[in-house]
Each structure stands twice: as C-alpha cells, then as structure tokens.
C-alpha cells in the first residue's frame, strides 16, 4: 500500500508575523523553592502560580522560571518563595520544551498589548492553551441578517456573543506565527433571578457571579437550586459570624437592590480543590448569571425569530464556513500585526503547505467482508459475536416489549452475524422495587440468568436517576443501555450498535495496515478530572486489526501528570492479555497520550518494555492547537477532505484532517477541525505514525454513519475517563465484576 497517495497544497490559518532576534530568545533563569513544598502532581501549577506574582513577565521552563526581565530584588525572597538566579539562557527553538516555554511567553506578550491597547476587551484562556479575544458589550454581539434587514442575534435573556481565538505558534526555523479562528459564546444579559422568573422550567447547570472577586475573575458555579424562602438578611453564616446579606455587602459591595431582591440558592465551587471536597455555598440570586447551553437555548422560544427554533437558528449561524473563517482571520491578524507587533504593510495571508491526502482505511464486517461503515452490518454482519442474552427494563410505558424498530434492527443484525440470541428477558417500572437494597437484588437476579446487559427504555430523566440505575446494573455486572421512547430505523440502529459494543460484540474490523513498522497493539490514555481528584490513565486498546483488546482501569492521582508507575501496570496488563491471547509479546507497541505528553511520564514503560525486546513509539494527540485547514479552488477556500495531512518531519509531527463538517443539501455546514499529533519518542516512520492515526480515527463501532474525530482508542478512552469520573471514589468496587472488554462507556 502506498502510504502517500496524492499531493495537494493545502492551507493552514497560520499568518506568519516575524523572525525572533538572538534578544528576543534570551531569557533570565532563576531556580525556585516554593514554601510549602506542593504536593506530588502539583509542582508545575504551583510554578505557574508563582510566575504571576513576581512583577515581571515570567514562565516556567520545567521545573525553573525564565524572564526577560530581571525579577525585583523584593520578589526574589518571599514567605512563599526563594528564588535563586542562575544567569541568562538563550533558547533553542529545536528543543521541543524550550520552545513550549517561548510559546507561553509570547502568549502572555500577546494577552498583556491587547489589553493594553483595546481597552474594551476581554481575553480569557482557552481550554486549548490558547487565548480568546472578545469585544465586551453590544459591539461584540453578533449580528444576523434575515428578511427584515441586518439586527443583533439575541432574545429575551440571551445574546451570541463573536470573538477571536487566538494562540502562537513557533517553529523551530525561530519564525513566530500567529493562529486565529472564530469563536463564539452565549451569554445572559439576566441575572438568576431575571432567568428563574422567565424560564422556571428551564434547566440550569452552570452560573457565574456579575461581579469580579479579589484575583479579577468571574467565577463560576454548579448550582444546586433555590436553598430557602428566608431573606438574605436572615440568613445566617456560623463560620463567619455574618448574615449572607451583610457578607456580600461588606465583602464585594453589593447593593440594597440585589440583596433584598435576592433569593437564598445554593451552589458549589468549580474550581478544582484536590486537598478537600468542594463544599456547598449560599449565594444571591441576583449576584448570579446562568452560563448558556445550545440545550437551554432549545428550550425556550422567541417571538422576534417567528418560524425558527432559537437553538436552530443560532446553531446554523455560528457554523461558519472556512471560506468566512479565513477571510475574518485574515483581517484580524492585520490588526493585531500592525497596532500590537508594530509591523506595517505588511500582507497577512494564510500559511499554504505541501500536504497528501492519504488512503481510506478499509472496514470488515461478518465474514471478513468489506462493509461501508458499521451502519452497513445490519445487511451484511458483525464481525465478531459477543454475549447473546439481552434484558429490557421499560420505564416509560410498562408494556413488555421493545420498541419495534430496536427489537426488528437487533434480530436482523443477530441473523446476518449467524447468531442466536436470547432476547425475551423483560422488566418494567412495576417490577424495579422501592428500597435500595430490593433493586439490588433486582439486578442481581438478571445476572444469575446469565444476561450481562439490559435496554433501558425510560423518559427524558434527570441524570441522577439514569446515574443511580447505571451504578446498581454495574454492580451486579451488568452494562446499560439508555434510549428514550421513539426511535427512527436511523436511531434505532445507533441504540442497537451501542447495546451490541456493551455486550463484546465488535461490529467492524480494520484490515490491517501491510507495512512491517505498524505496532500490533494501540493503547490510548486519557486524563480526566470530577474536580476534586483526577483519574488518570484511563485506557483502551486495540489490535492491529482494530479488534478491542478491552479497557483498563485508571490510577486516581492528585495532578495532571500520569504516574509513570500506573502507565507501566497498566500497559503491563494490557501486553501480558496480548501474550495469553497470542502466546507471545506485541513487537511493537503504539502509545497515545490524549493532549500533551509531559516529561518522565513514560520512562518505566519504555524501560520495562525494552526489557522484552518490545518495541514503543509515544505520540501525544491534541485536538484544540491544530487550527483549521483547507485547500483553494478557483479562489475561494473549503474544507481539506478526510485524510488530508501535513508533515513536519522536523518537529516530528503532523496536522491530519480526520473529521467532515456536516452535510446539508449540496453544501455543509461549518468547518472541520484537523488534529495536532506529535511523535514524542520511538523509531517508526512518522507516515507510519500517520496512517495508523488516520484508520483508527474511522473505527468507530458504536455509530453507525459519523466516525469519531479522535483515534478510537482515545475516543473510547475519553468516554472512560468520564465515565469513571461519574462512578466516583467507588469505581473499584462498581466495576469489579464488569468483563473488560464490554464498552461500558459508549
């Protein structure tokens, strides 16, 4: 097979801004003791958190601070912190860290001139490291425009709000690019209050206080619902010796309006608080704004959009094509060349790369026939058969029976895969008892019959109740299912696809890349956080052929940082199920890493895995920092197609197109987002590296049309790790008796 097929020139929303001079690399280094010493996983934030108190721009270059101005001697010597300077250090663009470092000054540089300079801006970070640019009151609403002219997009207690996503790029030739994308939020001009009184049967998850706290942020809060009728004024706070009303007066000045006005709601911190259990908190009402969700949005309507659901209108609006993304880009990336980097006439174009389209993995169902995508197995088979006991548990109208379009989807993939299955296991809401302990035995009781997983028919619930039910059926061994009532042969196939992968059935295989450098075994990582602890090490692997391997367990840790102990026994387990299944050890082993690879994090799993003579290749896989791409026809920009990549053999990495946007008529909507995937350590080929990538990324059993962006391991190791965080503290025990290798999480 050719690994690279067919060249085009594709185009990346990089604009190239300036060459860094010998000055502009040259750094002070300063060594430093924190005091307290932070706990294990929590050094690099206890760095960070020190460079933002020193007066100076500073960043942290491993386990060091570097400047480019010298830190006051005040600052040098703190009850918080020593510093030690250790002279100046010239960057090397070619090391890969040196040059993170260089990136995050930059940024920092870049988020300090335009608040300088823009003075009705506002810049927070975004989830991808980058920066976000937004334009504050009605300038920064987006505008629409429809058959009664051009207006702002907004409605009653709800408005779309147009930024800028910004972030710097640095290769190793020293030259500085800046990446720029559209980006948009939604926002409530209301309050709580305001939102309770218009929409009480609206769902609220998220809120955010209307005032700045001490460190100049707006922070936010999971809330719990409205706590008492009483006044603020009445309430009153032990641990402070204060009333609420008096607290927030005294405190953050609030005014006699919002606090008599007020009613008393509980919520609970979101910042992540690793040394004790985020606690409930009293707050005001008309202190608070909610966060806005596409689903809310759904739920509510607007006479000033007659014709159209608001969540419809606002979703197709801000599904911007690449062609709009890149023209936008473009004029942004003047502004900010000219009026914050001082350069003038100067041409900011997109950057234009060689890139390839790579080949389409073949998929194999029943028989090892080839299949279009796993939709097709309900003509032509599964390719491998797992349990074939199902339950039904119907919680939405009592009848023992499944809805018609699951039960004729699932028997007709049963016949085309030549199984038999078992399907006629029913319970409804009046046989699930009351008490805890009776629905455990309820479960328990389905288990002993040997059926391992059970459709869950039920309404749209709130998600404790499917929570508590997915943790009983857990217990006893058993996967769920959910679905709600109604469903299309589309959806129904879906909700089968699903139900079939909780079962250890594998709808489709991969044929197998013939090369001799491709690994026999992928396993992916993912870290997670429920904000008080993170799970880490959630993995999921696959053979070369795709075939599940099965799930592991994650290590729960305080930080970000894998414990390099939890890779290895977790890898250890994964390779030795590797050797009772082929009587051998993998050649080769592929390790994906979910984001950002940090240092040391693999070291005793290559050490062992050497050992054995196991080859191991690293390579970490970002989805945000990879920007958009694209390809130009007759002048005009579009979306690069699916397998569309660009080398950059000297950063040993690679941009990769894995995804489509939506299809709508002739055209689509929106615009995809490539992948960032950098090969930190091993010998393979990076298009080696790169195919693989590609082919996992359109293994995606559990759906039948959309493969899923991310590599499948990842992507299922992701769902894991979430999972495992809903699971809690008592995932061990919860998932003690679950065979690994039924999808839990799909």
């Known amino acids: 097979m050719s690994l690279l097929q067919q060249k085009v020139e594709a185009t990346l929303n990089h604009f190239f801004v300036k060459e860094l001079t010998q000055e502009e690399l040259t750094f002070y280094e300063y060594s430093c ?97 980058g920066l976000i640019w937004w334009v504050t009151g009605l300038e920064g609403v987006e505008r629409i425009k429809d058959s009664e002219g051009v207006k702002p997009l907004c409605g009653d207690g709800w408005e779309v709000h147009r930024g800028r996503e910004l972030d710097v790029v640095i290769r190793q030739d020293k030259k500085l690019y800046l990446e720029i994308d559209i980006r948009y939020h939604f926002y409530s001009p209301w309050t709580l209050h305001e939102w309770l009184e218009n929409y009480p049967d609206v769902s609220i998850e998220i809120v955010r206080n209307t005032y700045r706290t001490k460190n100049n942020k707006y922070p936010t809060w999971e809330y719990r619902g409205i706590i008492s009728n009483q006044s603020p004024r009445e309430v009153w706070l032990a641990e402070l010796n204060t009333s609420l009303a008096d607290y927030h007066v005294q405190k953050y000045g609030a005014t006699p309006e919002e606090v008599d006005g007020s009613l008393v709601v509980q919520v609970v911190s979101r910042e992540r608080n690793f040394r004790q259990k985020s606690e409930p908190i009293l707050h005001l009402s008309r202190r608070l704004s909610p966060v806005l969700t596409l689903e809310m ?335 130009q026809e007759e002048g005009r920009y579009k979306d690069a197609a699916i397998g569309t990549i660009i080398f950059n053999h000297p950063e040993k990495s690679f941009t990769l197109v894995t995804s489509q946007p939506i299809k709508k008529g002739s055209g689509s909507i929106g615009s995809a987002r490539p992948l960032r995937v950098i090969h930190e350590y091993g010998s393979t080929l990076l298009e080696v590296l790169a195919l693989q990538t590609y082919h996992l990324s359109q293994l995606h059993p559990a759906s039948g049309f959309q493969p899923c962006r991310l590599p499948w391991v990842l992507h299922f190791a992701d769902k894991s790790s979430k999972e495992f965080q809903r699971i809690g503290n008592s995932i061990f025990s919860v998932l003690q008796n679950i065979n690994r290798e039924k999808l839990i999480a799909v």
Request: aromatic letters at 8%.
């Open 33 to 129: 003791r924190p005091n307290p010493l932070p706990d294990l996983g929590e050094e690099q934030r206890a760095l960070s958190k020190i460079c933002n108190q020193l007066g100076v721009m500073a960043v942290r270059l491993g386990n060091r601070i570097i400047t480019r101005e010298k830190v006051p001697a005040s600052k040098l010597k703190t009850e918080e912190w020593e510093l030690e300077e250790l002279g100046s250090k010239a960057l090397d663009c070619t090391d890969p860290t040196e040059r993170q470092a260089l990136e995050t000054f930059e940024r920092k540089k870049l988020d300090w001139s335009l608040r300088s300079k823009y003075k009705r801006t506002e810049i927070e970070r975004s989830t991808g490291g």
């Open 297 to 631: 949005l759904a739920s509510i309507g607007d006479q000033r959009w007659t014709g159209k659901k608001v969540s419809s209108l606002v979703s197709e609006h801000i599904r911007k094509s690449l062609e709009e993304r890149l023209k936008e880009s473009k004029e942004t990336a003047k502004t900010i060349i000219k009026n914050v980097y001082n350069i003038s006439d100067f041409q900011a174009d997109p950057l234009k790369a060689e890139g390839y389209i790579m080949p389409r993995p073949r998929l194999l169902g029943f028989g090892h026939r080839q299949v279009q995508n796993p939709a097709r197995v309900r003509y032509q088979g599964c390719a491998r058969v797992g349990e074939t006991k199902f339950g039904l548990l119907n919680l939405d109208d009592n009848k023992r029976e499944y809805p018609t379009e699951v039960r004729k989807c699932l028997l007709e993939v049963a016949k085309k895969s030549g199984a038999r299955v078992e399907i006629d296991f029913y319970a409804t809401r009046q046989d699930l008892p009351e008490g805890d302990l009776a629905q455990q035995r309820f479960w328990q009781s389905w288990a002993d019959k040997g059926i391992k997983t059970v459709l869950v028919v039920m309404p749209l619930s709130p998600n404790e109740h499917k929570q508590k039910i997915r943790l009983q059926a857990l217990r006893a061994g058993i996967a769920t299912q959910f679905m709600i009532p109604g469903a299309d042969p589309y959806k129904a196939l879906n909700v089968v696809l699903g139900l079939l992968c909780k079962a250890a059935w594998q709808p489709v295989l991969l044929e197998p890349l013939d090369h001799p450098e491709c690994s026999e075994l992928t396993i992916g990582f993912d870290v997670g956080t429920n904000r008080e602890l993170y799970y880490g090490t959630s993995a999921f692997a696959v053979l070369a052929n795709g075939q599940s391997l099965g799930w592991e367990l994650p290590d729960i840790q305080r930080g970000e940082t894998f414990s390099g102990e939890a890779i290895y026994q977790t890898v250890s387990k994964l390779v030795n199920r590797f050797y009772n299944k082929f009587h051998r050890y993998p050649r080769k082993v592929l390790l994906m890493r979910d984001g950002l690879v940090q240092r040391g994090e693999f070291d005793k799993t290559i050490e062992e895995l050497r050992k054995e003579k196991i080859a191991v290749d690293i390579v970490g896989v970002r989805k945000s920092g990879a920007g958009r791409m694209g390809i």
